[in-house]
Every structure is written in structure tokens, then in C-alpha cells.
């Protein structure tokens, strides 16, 4: 052994590993507990050191070093992968010099080539193609300079600084393109957040400020579940919070000060984990949670055809918009896990009740009987139907200037038979205000097709593709910015982007902002 562990503990919060720390993405590593080590044999040493939160040096070692291998104190966490990637390659370079040398000549070789680009040329054509700022040709320089610097010092045997230089080419690149593109007028900008809570780090007012500082025009936070509220209800159970505390009045506050829409997002039926325990065993003790075909529990969801189920559902979201002055609510989850659910008692005998008379064989018969299939069809899409009807009908009573909108799975044909999800049919009748389908697709053809079928099932009514920034492995915004030039084409007045964490705060809204999505007159 080269060196020897010596403790483990609780440590503060620390800084980003070591390489590629900059003052727009800081604490991007955040470890909260790691393994320190004593050098006992004077080939080891350590090469790099942790920093606080406040950018301070520790005086604990992140990497040690020997002619037999490394280790890194602390496994890298994800965030800034490419500042990442260069630290770990750094370091493999020491223990075997050629990796660097081939990875500084692959980088260099591809330089450019960023989806949806294939080239250098064709990203820098876009560019151009594009520009009108002042800052464009300055950074296509800078990019250019950078390029050849690292080509330089590649043939120097310089491999790390090649890669360095690279880095910068990139960014230089990058940030020319960010900056060509051009904003719309009255476009509807939307981010869904999977939370209740602002930015970790931060309170509502600085997690709202972001969006309206890059231009986005309305606020989708996850406020709801099928089993519970995260905001004081007297429809559903709370989840744990301060006696005084009402998230939902703070973030609706933080919206209405910088001209945010606010939308409470509902996932519909899901019970979601917060659900307090004692309340998801009262619902599974009545029959409430779902069976699938099999026979087996789905016990963390609630079977739609229940009247009791749809009536919470409804209460829930009726509840929200009723007592906040919010913009709208947002339908999730509104149908069927899939074609395996619900097969419970209670769905049989609401069925039996409705075709008049006793099945034998259940549940194959709704399966095998070609009459059964098209009926059992119907009882499924209208138990999903008759929850975002009746939120409708009170809430256009109600608050008629409340927005009612859907998240919804993207082929509605195939949609409302499998999962019983009817979206063409709501907006068609007039329950929904508009509609997001989910169209997390990396190809930007396969998008723009995908949103093309869509706007012929609208009605239409105004339908905002969703991007899916968050469910994608790419490293840069151009994917997004492609999909956002694909809805302008099609003219779908917006779109949605899912969704908003710290990895969107630090690395994609910037992005936007700085061009597609930049707020007001540049």
C-alpha cells in the first residue's frame, strides 16, 4: 500500500473537484463526506486538493498519486462532466503518457462536430448565417485562434494544454452560437420543475428571478400528487412542513414580482412517495389503489374508475386554483399506468353495472370479446375524461381566467386506447386551454415530424411541445435551441422544456438567454 486510510466523517460542504472550477459554475462537485488518507512511501503525493464552498483551500487532498495508480477521495458526482472528464484524463496521462496524446488528437480532430452539427464548418456557418451582434465575430476569432493553438501545441507533444485549448475553442464557439440566435415576441416559454421547492441553494425569489433574467414566460412546479399536497389543503394530506410555511404563497409572490406565470403541476393518481403512510394504507384497506391484469397490487396508484379517486383528484386542483391567485393548473400522470391496469373488483363491478350484466371470465373477457374491447375502451377513457371535465366545468364557474393544460404522452390515436388518455377529445371539447405533448426526442427531424402529426389532433387549440433537456446525455443547449427553431417553424407559439434543476439553472437558461429565449430588446 502506498498510503493508508486514516479516518471518514462528516465534512463540510466542498467545492468542485479539482480542474475546470469557474466562477459560472461554482460547487459543482458539492461532496459532503470524504475519505481522508496519511502517505506512508515517499513515491505517493497528493496533486490536488479540495476548496470550501467559498473557494478556499482545505488542506485535504482530492487526488493522490503513485507510480501505481491513483485515487480520488470522493466519487465524482454528476455536473460538468467535460471539466470532469479533463481532471480524470489528467491524471491517466501521468500513470500512461500516449492516452493523453490520443485523446488530445480525438478532440481536436472533432472539434465542432456538436449535435446537431456534424462539422465545424457547418456549426460556423450557422453562426454566420445567423449573426448580427456586434460580440459574434470577436469569439468566431477567439474560436478559430483557440483551434489552432491547440493543433500547435498537439504537435509540440503538449497533449494536456492541446485539450485546454481545445476546451476554449469549443466555448469561444459555443458562445457564438448562443449569441446568434434571435428571440421571438409573444412566445410562450415554459419549465416544468419535479419539485415543490426552489433551486437547492437558493430561495424562490432568486429560482424565479433566473427564468424571468433569460426570458422565460411561465412556471410549472410540482405542487401535487395523487396523495399529496405541498402546500396547506384541505383535500389532501400535507407533506411535512413548518407550521407556518406556505411554499406555494412564496413561490406564487416570487412569480408575480417578475411577471411569471405561475402553474401548479399535478401528478393525477400517482400516490408519490411523500404520501403520508397512514393515509396510502386507508386507501389500499378501501379498494382504492389499482390491480393489474395479473391480478397483482399497483398499490401506488389510484384506480381512476373509483368515484371517491376522481372526486380527490378533482377537489385537489380545484382547491389550488380557488385559494392562489395562480395562472393555471397542469394536468400529469391523467391516465392509465398502461394497458395492464385497472383490473380490480371495484373496476369490475362499475363495468358489469354499466354493460348490464355479470362477466364469467374476468378480466379476459374484456380482452377476447371484440364488443367487451371497444366498451371496456370506453369505460377507461371516460373515467380519465370525466377528472379533467369536472375540473374544467368548476373552474370555468369558478376562475374562468385559470389556464387548465395537459402534459400528455405523444401519439394521441394509440394514447387514448392504451392508457386512456383522450387529449385530442379534451382540447376538441374545450377542458383544456392547451396542451404539452411530452416529445423528448434527440432528433431534431424526429421532433419537428412528431409536433407536425400533434398539431393536427389539437383542434386547434394552442400546443406546446416539450423538449426534454434533462432526459438527454448532450452536454451543450444546441439540441434545445434546434427543437425551439422547430416549433417557430411549425408555428406552435411556444413550447416547454423539461425541466428546471441545477443543471438547466447553471448550464441551459444562460444558454437561452444569451440569444433564442433573451428577454426584451437587445
Known sequence: ARWRRSRQGPRPALDRFPSGASDRHPRRQSSWNIQTYQIIHDETRAIAHWLDADGKATGEAAVFLSPRGALVTHILLDGDEAAKARALLSIASRLAPPVATLAAARRLESLGAIEPFPSWDELRAAITEGASGPEIQPLLSAAGDARSRAGLLLAEGR??????????????????????????????????RHQAAPLPGHDWEETVARLA?????????????????????????????????????????????????????KVNFNLGRATPAAFARELRAAGRTQVLFDGSPREDWLCPTHPENRDLEIRSMVEVAERYAIDGVHFDYIRYPGREACFCPGCRSRFEARIGRALGDWPQAVRDDPELVASWGDFRREAITAVVRGVSERLRYSRPEVKISAAVFRHWPSDREVLGQDWGHWLEQGYLDFVTPMNYERSVAGFEAMTRRQLGWSAGRPLYPGIGFSVWDTGTALPVIAQIEAARRLGTGGYMIFEYDSAAAADLLPALGAGITAPGER
Open 213 to 265: 433574467r433569460h426570458g422565460f414566460t411561465a412556471f410549472f412546479p410540482n405542487f401535487l400528487w395523487g396523495g399529496v399536497a405541498f402546500h396547506p389543503s384541505e383535500v389532501l394530506p400535507v407533506a411535512a412542513l413548518d407550521a407556518a410555511d406556505d411554499p406555494l404563497a412564496a413561490c406564487l409572490e416570487a412569480c408575480r414580482r417578475h411577471g411569471i406565470e405561475l402553474h401548479v403541476w
Open 159 to 192: 497533449p494536456l494544454e492541446s485539450l485546454n485549448a481545445t476546451a476554449e475553442a469549443e466555448a469561444a464557439l459555443l458562445d457564438a452560437y448562443y449569441r446568434s440566435r434571435r428571440p421571438t415576441d409573444g412566445e410562450f416559454r415554459g419549465l416544468w
